[in-house]
């Protein structure tokens, strides 16, 4: 009699379980399978089987990457009895998949600041969440989830799908690199997280930028401990997902019906965000600044109280990560504020600002311990920051010839108050808002808002007016943001045209909807023929879009599939191999000898950053950007007299020097009066002359330079003091050397 009842009790939960356990072996296998090492020359060149298993491994992680963050975040959020009148499942699941990223963060950065980083810790708690919500989820009576329909829902559904597995593909499995920063920066600090399994510095190689990249990714962090330095870009489309689905839930509380959202998230899935690499950290950050954008607003307008067990989590995740984008968290809450105060009154406003002041605090706590740590809170903008810094400790990790030189050479502006600064913001102010209405290849959207208009009966839902208003004021805000900074990284992690153009034709789409039906203008067909037009419509914007990003190709998807097959490595697999094609290092690097460390004099935007951290090569062979091995003497080396640079680049065994014809990109290293033409003719001989470019060494070390080798390097020279792209770094040495000046006139004083 017992035993019957324990059994009617406990076998439909054993069952769930161990259903839920079948359902997490794929990602127990992929996580195993992961921690097998593919040799670079293999990845990079030849493929094979181990590049293909790698491949499916990687493809597998993504679903079960969402279904952890789902899993934590179910922890946190479950919306009360009398709440769930204001939240469909939609809006829970996307509450609960933000909620548990933020906590996943905050605990993998507890891990890598106790230096925890091992497989058999993070693999086992990843699993046991997947497990655990499988199981729940699996031992609950069906309610009857949405499931398409209707012709039109099949092919919204399809066309998401299919998207969603080509993003992953290209820009998920296989490289995605265009540009030097990949390589250089985010690669090798990924793997150097999971090579020492902590966040801090390396006390015999310290690299401050890898640090204040990285130190607050904590999901990263999870993911690389046992699937290495790809997993990343896993991870980046998992959150580019999400963000289509926070445009989705947006779109909802804009208009009735399921048509308008779903086109919306198709369109914003291929949309001007596919044109940032994966590699980066921004797709997180940006998706995180949305989803505060939109819980912000959905906190204040309703009475869901459980949005705050998501919101305050994120928050903090944020201003850890960049706690400079705490105060972009801080923007879109204060415009949730608005609209609280809209919906309810003064009262209205005040849950919004407790959340925007915790991730505040939040960001002052994460400056203090970088200051302590560190002795500089933080290195952008860097004229904030420099006046508190401690100059003993930060010379021990940095130099700060480095940060000044760096922070004036990127070409970034911030807006000031002289009358030339606010012409310039003006200017800029129209600039970033005529963009969103006069982009290229912008008239796809009149004719998707025209058609949508006079074919769908769409309407506005009944009480959204806060919202709408609010969402006005955080677009507003973003637009006020980008117009203060030129900085590029703040476009990026914002996503703003991408998130922006959509909703703007949505809330065109239902008003002028109105205007049709007064006047009897409307199309009246049946609603299965308007929904696949409308979808259809969205379709050709989402391809319009896409192509004018050249991100995704019949040639790119080839490659990618040819990659994932095992018949390739990573080159040939995308045309920005061309510039980033990792052969070039180690064909430089047979042609000087082994202890000797190469310098790039130029190409600083292609030879550096693809060799300076290259796996194929030792580390340190070619001297690094932000972390060269002559840090200590970093002004001595740009600025300082030949005699002095020659001493200080000897001591530290640098002793060839990379010059490629037809660029222009002379970085620091390249300016130091060295490469003067009568320097180089009385210090310098030849070492080797490739296809397209030089090496050189010391004097007597090599072959000496005919005064053709010494004009053609002296003429590229010239080109790029004066050349858009170029010059900006010119004009950091300026900058440098008054600086120093000035450094020294106080000394003196003193």
Same mark, same amino acid.
């Given at each position: 009699?017992?035993?019957?009842?324990?059994?009617? #009790?406990?076998?439909?939960?054993?069952?769930?379980?161990?259903?839920?356990?079948?359902?997490?072996?794929?990602?127990?296998?992929?996580?195993?399978?992961?921690?097998?090492?593919?040799?670079?020359?293999?990845?990079?060149?030849?493929?094979?089987?181990?590049?293909?298993?790698?491949?499916?491994?990687?493809? &597998?992680?993504?679903?079960?990457?969402?279904?952890?963050?789902?899993?934590?975040?179910?922890?946190?959020?479950?919306?009360?009895?009398?709440?769930?009148?204001?939240?469909?499942?939609?809006?829970?699941?996307?509450?609960?998949?933000?909620?548990?990223?933020?906590?996943?963060?905050?605990?993998?950065?507890?891990?890598?600041?106790?230096?925890?980083?091992?497989?058999?810790? %993070?693999?086992?708690?990843?699993?046991? $969440?997947?497990?655990?919500?499988?199981?729940?989820?699996?031992?609950?009576?069906? +309610?009857?989830?949405?499931?398409?329909?209707?012709?039109?829902?099949?092919?919204?559904?399809?066309?998401?799908?299919?998207?969603?597995?080509?993003?992953?593909?290209?820009?998920?499995?296989?490289?995605?690199?265009?540009?030097?920063?990949?390589?250089?920066?985010?690669?090798?600090?990924?793997?150097?997280?999971?090579?020492?399994?902590?966040?801090?510095?390396?006390?015999?190689?310290?690299?401050?930028?890898?640090?204040?990249?990285?130190?607050?990714?904590?999901?990263?962090?999870?993911?690389?401990?046992?699937?290495?330095?790809?997993?990343?870009?896993?991870?980046?489309?998992?959150?580019?997902?999400?963000?289509?689905?926070?445009?989705?839930?947006?779109?909802?509380?804009?208009?009735?019906?399921?048509?308008? @959202?779903?086109?919306? %998230?198709?369109?914003?899935?291929?949309?001007?965000?596919?044109?940032?690499?994966?590699?980066?950290?921004?797709?997180? %950050?940006?998706?995180?600044?949305?989803? /505060?954008?939109?819980?912000?607003?959905?906190? =204040?307008?309703?009475? /869901?109280?459980?949005?705050?067990?998501?919101?305050?989590?994120?928050? $903090?995740?944020? !201003?850890?990560?960049?706690?400079?984008?705490?105060?972009?968290?801080?923007?879109?809450?204060?415009?949730?504020?608005?609209?609280? #105060?809209?919906?309810?009154?003064?009262?209205?406003?005040?849950?919004?600002?407790?959340?925007?002041?915790?991730?505040?605090?939040?960001?002052?706590?994460?400056?203090?311990?970088?200051?302590?740590?560190?002795?500089? !809170?933080?290195?952008?903008?860097?004229?904030?920051?420099?006046?508190?810094?401690?100059?003993?400790?930060?010379?021990?990790?940095?130099?700060?010839?480095?940060?000044?030189?760096?922070?004036?050479?990127?070409?970034?502006?911030? =807006?000031?108050?002289?009358?030339?600064?606010?012409?310039?913001?003006?200017?800029?102010?129209?600039?970033?808002?005529?963009?969103?209405?006069?982009?290229?290849?912008?008239?796809?959207?009149?004719?998707?808002?025209?058609?949508?208009?006079?074919?769908?009966?769409?309407?506005?839902?009944?009480?959204?007016?806060?919202?709408?208003?609010?969402?006005?004021?955080?677009?507003?805000?973003?637009?006020?943001?980008?117009?203060? %900074?030129?900085?590029?990284?703040?476009?990026?992690?914002?996503?703003?045209?991408?998130?922006?153009?959509?909703?703007?034709?949505?809330? /065109? &789409?239902?008003?002028?909807?109105?205007?049709?039906?007064?006047?009897?203008?409307?199309?009246?067909?049946?609603?299965?023929?308007?929904?696949?037009?409308?979808?259809?419509?969205?379709?050709?914007?989402?391809?319009?879009?896409?192509?004018?990003?050249?991100?995704?190709?019949?040639?790119?998807?080839?490659?990618?599939?040819?990659?994932?097959?095992?018949?390739?490595?990573?080159?040939?697999? +995308?045309? +920005?191999?061309?510039?980033?094609?990792?052969?070039?290092?180690?064909?430089?690097?047979?042609?000087?000898?082994?202890?000797?460390?190469?310098?790039? /004099?130029?190409?600083? *935007?292609?030879?550096?950053?693809?060799?300076?951290?290259?796996? *194929?090569?030792?580390?340190?062979?070619?001297?690094?950007?932000?972390?060269?091995?002559?840090?200590?003497?970093?002004?001595?080396?740009?600025?300082?007299?030949? @005699?002095?640079?020659?001493?200080? *680049?000897?001591?530290?065994?640098?002793? !060839?020097?990379?010059?490629?014809?037809?660029?222009?990109?002379?970085?620091?290293?390249?300016?130091?009066?060295?490469?003067?033409?009568?320097?180089?003719?009385?210090?310098?001989?030849?070492?080797?002359?490739?296809?397209?470019?030089?090496?050189?060494? #010391?004097?007597?070390?090599?072959?000496?330079?005919?005064?053709?080798?010494?004009?053609?390097?002296?003429?590229?020279?010239?080109?790029?003091?004066?050349?858009?792209?170029?010059?900006?770094?010119?004009?950091?040495?300026?900058?440098?050397?008054?600086?120093?000046?000035?450094?020294?006139?106080?000394?003196?004083?003193?």
């Amino acid at each position: 009699m017992h035993f019957s009842r324990y059994l009617s #009790w406990g076998g439909p939960r054993w069952q769930a379980s161990a259903r839920a356990a079948l359902m997490t072996a794929p990602f127990l296998i992929a996580a195993f399978g992961l921690l097998v090492k593919i040799p670079p020359e293999v990845q990079f060149f030849s493929g094979g089987f181990l590049t293909a298993w790698n491949s499916l491994c990687l493809a &597998i992680l993504a679903p079960y990457v969402a279904l952890a963050f789902v899993g934590m975040g179910a922890l946190l959020v479950s919306p009360l009895a009398d709440e769930d009148i204001y939240l469909d499942t939609a809006d829970l699941l996307v509450l609960q998949f933000f909620g548990g990223a933020a906590l996943c963060s905050l605990i993998g950065v507890c891990l890598g600041a106790a230096g925890l980083l091992f497989p058999w810790i %993070t693999v086992p708690f990843l699993t046991a $969440i997947i497990a655990c919500y499988l199981a729940r989820q699996l031992a609950r009576p069906s +309610s009857g989830h949405w499931t398409p329909s209707t012709a039109a829902e099949w092919l919204l559904v399809g066309m998401l799908g299919l998207s969603a597995l080509v993003l992953l593909l290209v820009k998920g499995v296989v490289l995605d690199a265009t540009r030097g920063d990949i390589p250089q920066l985010y690669l090798p600090l990924l793997a150097d997280l999971q090579n020492r399994h902590t966040l801090w510095l390396n006390p015999d190689e310290p690299k401050l930028f890898w640090f204040l990249l990285g130190r607050g990714h904590g999901a990263d962090m999870l993911l690389v401990s046992f699937a290495g330095p790809m997993a990343h870009q896993v991870l980046s489309v998992v959150y580019l997902l999400s963000i289509t689905a926070l445009v989705h839930r947006i779109a909802a509380r804009l208009t009735r019906g399921w048509i308008l @959202p779903g086109c919306a %998230t198709l369109i914003a899935m291929w949309s001007s965000f596919i044109g940032l690499e994966t590699g980066r950290f921004h797709y997180e %950050t940006g998706a995180f600044l949305l989803f /505060v954008c939109w819980g912000g607003l959905l906190y =204040a307008t309703t009475k /869901v109280r459980v949005i705050f067990r998501a919101l305050v989590p994120a928050v $903090i995740s944020i !201003a850890i990560m960049i706690p400079q984008a705490a105060i972009i968290a801080a923007a879109f809450l204060m415009a949730g504020a608005g609209a609280g #105060w809209f919906a309810h009154g003064p009262r209205g406003m005040v849950r919004p600002l407790v959340v925007a002041a915790i991730g505040l605090g939040t960001a002052a706590l994460s400056l203090l311990v970088n200051q302590i740590y560190l002795g500089i !809170a933080e290195v952008n903008p860097i004229g904030v920051f420099m006046p508190l810094i401690n100059v003993e400790r930060f010379r021990q990790i940095s130099s700060l010839d480095l940060m000044v030189y760096v922070n004036n050479a990127q070409g970034i502006k911030y =807006a000031g108050f002289s009358m030339l600064d606010v012409v310039a913001a003006a200017h800029r102010f129209w600039t970033v808002l005529s963009g969103l209405f006069f982009a290229a290849n912008f008239w796809a959207y009149p004719v998707f808002i025209v058609a949508c208009a006079a074919l769908l009966g769409v309407r506005r839902p009944q009480g959204n007016g806060p919202f709408a208003i609010g969402l006005g004021l955080s677009l507003l805000a973003v637009v006020c943001l980008i117009t203060l %900074t030129s900085h590029g990284s703040l476009e990026r992690m914002l996503a703003f045209r991408s998130v922006a153009t959509p909703l703007i034709a949505i809330a /065109v &789409i239902v008003p002028l909807a109105g205007v049709f039906r007064r006047y009897r203008l409307q199309n009246h067909v049946g609603s299965l023929p308007a929904a696949t037009i409308a979808i259809c419509l969205a379709a050709l914007v989402a391809t319009v879009v896409a192509r004018s990003q050249g991100e995704i190709t019949r040639a790119r998807v080839g490659g990618a599939l040819a990659y994932v097959t095992g018949r390739i490595g990573l080159v040939g697999t +995308s045309p +920005s191999f061309d510039d980033l094609d990792p052969r070039r290092c180690l064909e430089v690097s047979r042609h000087v000898p082994s202890g000797w460390h190469i310098l790039p /004099v130029n190409s600083a *935007l292609r030879f550096l950053p693809t060799c300076a951290e290259s796996p *194929l090569l030792p580390s340190g062979r070619v001297v690094d950007t932000l972390h060269p091995v002559f840090l200590p003497d970093y002004g001595d080396v740009l600025l300082g007299p030949p @005699p002095l640079s020659i001493a200080a *680049l000897r001591r530290h065994e640098v002793n !060839a020097f990379y010059i490629e014809s037809n660029r222009l990109d002379f970085w620091a290293h390249g300016q130091s009066p060295l490469f003067d033409p009568d320097s180089m003719q009385r210090n310098l001989d030849v070492l080797h002359v490739g296809a397209d470019y030089i090496l050189l060494t #010391w004097k007597g070390l090599g072959v000496q330079m005919s005064d053709a080798q010494v004009a053609a390097i002296t003429e590229l020279r010239n080109r790029s003091r004066v050349t858009g792209g170029s010059k900006e770094y010119w004009e950091g040495i300026a900058v440098l050397a008054a600086w120093r000046s000035r450094q020294h006139s106080t000394k003196h004083e003193e």
